[in-house]
């Protein structure tokens, strides 16, 4: 037998087989579905079960929980439930708040959603309608838009009033994110609405315009400019013109899209501010948007002018060299005029950040630099180069997980043939490609002398075998 494999061994060696582990296959990408857009009010129904039937309280705390984490695309589902339960007895929720107040008397810090899960007699209709109610405007007040904060302040008037005093402490919560909508509702056609408005609105100290723009957040600011031109409050309007020039794209557009909503309205003020940055009066007979617009165009010139010299600084350290300085100039330019008429001159000194970026092992900076990049000229002479670096930059992420995806370097070279690193990648791994494809040729061959070997012995060898059993033996004399 230890003959037998000796034979096998010295077939196989002249196809060089030794021991070799298998290189295992490609995974494929994990398949994610694209969420649902939106949310039917049957899906909110259908989550706010077990809140309102007979489960348990671990079953009732996990639809809470559900309810708060939906995003804004739920809001008009939530305002159309919030709608059904207004038109349930007023009374019945007055009694069930009055039972899980004194279900916390003594422990003031106890939310009114816990007081009314808690309370003994919590099965009532006027029970479960207070608590889906605090539920959905808490959902509501996470989302924490100016949207959903509407639609928090209208349901103040529902059931009587009964839960005003929970959505002020909801309001006080929100803070500033709250004011936008707090300001439209100064105009509301419910009489009550508007009370509890201005009364929230004097509780923050936003009674005036200028104190309603004291903000640090930039969406607020924004919502808070549109919901005075929503409301049409002249008094704000000097106020808004002091942002038609800010540096804050998001609220200088706010700013002027409010201006040119008051109209005629606001004519004089805006003939005085363009009087007072040019030094000349606009014609007599212009209207108030035609004013607006070149008032608009005055401040564009003067701040594009700091604008261009920003450009132009960021222009001479990309020639010397300094790309990390360059790109921290251009993304000023950027958040100052984000739709620059000479922003594609940026397009080189990202791309070329971002390549360091990309072999100082920053993969993450190197692709949002090259974004940045493609969206500034996504048409331009750099685009094919860009997209061709960001797939070379996931294919080798992929790599770096064990995933070998060839696809995605060939559309890099097909994207820019130029790319060295895509090519150098790709024929890496074709050349493993053909050397397992080698391998497997060797084995199969390999395997086929092994079976002619083993078919040989047994067939030969059997027959031998059998020869000297058939020799008779020579009998003793």
Request: glycine share 6%.
């Amino acid at each position: 037998m230890r003959r037998t494999f000796r034979i096998i061994l010295l077939l196989a060696l002249p196809f060089g087989l030794v021991p070799a582990f298998a290189t295992p296959a490609a995974a494929e990408p994990e398949k994610v579905e694209a969420p649902a857009v939106g949310m039917s009010a049957a899906d909110l129904d259908k989550m706010l079960a077990p809140l309102v039937g007979d489960g348990d309280a671990t079953a009732r705390r996990a639809a809470i929980k559900a309810t708060l984490d939906l995003g804004t695309d739920a809001i008009p589902a939530i305002a159309k439930e919030l709608k059904e339960l207004s038109k349930n007895q007023s009374g019945a929720v007055f009694a069930a708040q009055k039972l899980a107040r004194e279900q916390r008397r003594g422990q003031p810090d106890m939310e009114m959603v816990d007081a009314l899960l808690d309370m003994k007699k919590n099965d009532g209709p006027g029970a479960k309608t207070a608590l889906t109610t605090l539920v959905l405007l808490k959902a509501l007040a996470h989302m924490g838009t100016t949207p959903a904060v509407r639609v928090i302040i209208t349901t103040s008037d529902d059931h009587a009033g009964a839960l005003r005093q929970e959505i002020g402490k909801i309001l006080h919560d929100l803070g500033d994110r709250a004011l936008p909508a707090l300001i439209e509702a100064k105009k509301d056609p419910s009489s009550e609405v508007r009370k509890f408005a201005h009364a929230q609105i004097e509780a923050m100290g936003k009674k005036t315009a200028g104190d309603a723009v004291q903000t640090k957040s930039n969406q607020v600011l924004a919502d808070v400019l549109r919901a005075f031109a929503n409301i049409h409050e002249i008094d704000a309007v000097p106020v808004i013109l002091s942002f038609v020039n800010s540096d804050r794209a998001e609220v200088q557009g706010a700013a002027r899209e409010a201006i040119m909503r008051f109209g005629n309205d606001a004519v004089w003020k805006v003939r005085e501010a363009y009087t007072n940055l040019t030094g000349k009066s606009p014609p007599e007979s212009a209207k108030s948007d035609e004013v607006a617009k070149e008032l608009f165009a005055a401040y564009d010139r003067v701040r594009l002018k700091e604008v261009y010299d920003l450009l132009e600084q960021g222009k001479k350290s990309e020639q010397e060299g300094k790309l990390d300085e360059a790109v921290a100039q251009y993304d000023k330019v950027l958040a100052r005029q984000p739709l620059l008429d000479r922003r594609a001159e940026m397009v080189p000194a990202f791309v070329g950040f971002a390549k360091a970026q990309a072999d100082a092992g920053k993969a993450d900076v190197a692709k949002a630099t090259l974004r940045k990049a493609l969206r500034l000229d996504p048409e331009g002479p750099h685009a094919a180069q860009i997209r061709a670096e960001l797939l070379t930059i996931e294919g080798k992420e992929l790599e770096a997980r064990g995933i070998a995806e060839k696809d995605l370097f060939a559309r890099a070279l097909l994207e820019d043939p130029a790319n060295a690193g895509a090519r150098a990648e790709l024929d890496r791994l074709e050349a493993g490609s053909e050397d397992r494809h080698q391998k497997l040729q060797r084995y199969a061959a390999a395997g086929a002398v092994f079976a002619v070997a083993v078919a040989f012995i047994v067939l030969f060898g059997g027959r031998r075998k059998a020869g000297k059993t058939a020799k008779p033996r020579a009998r003793a004399a």
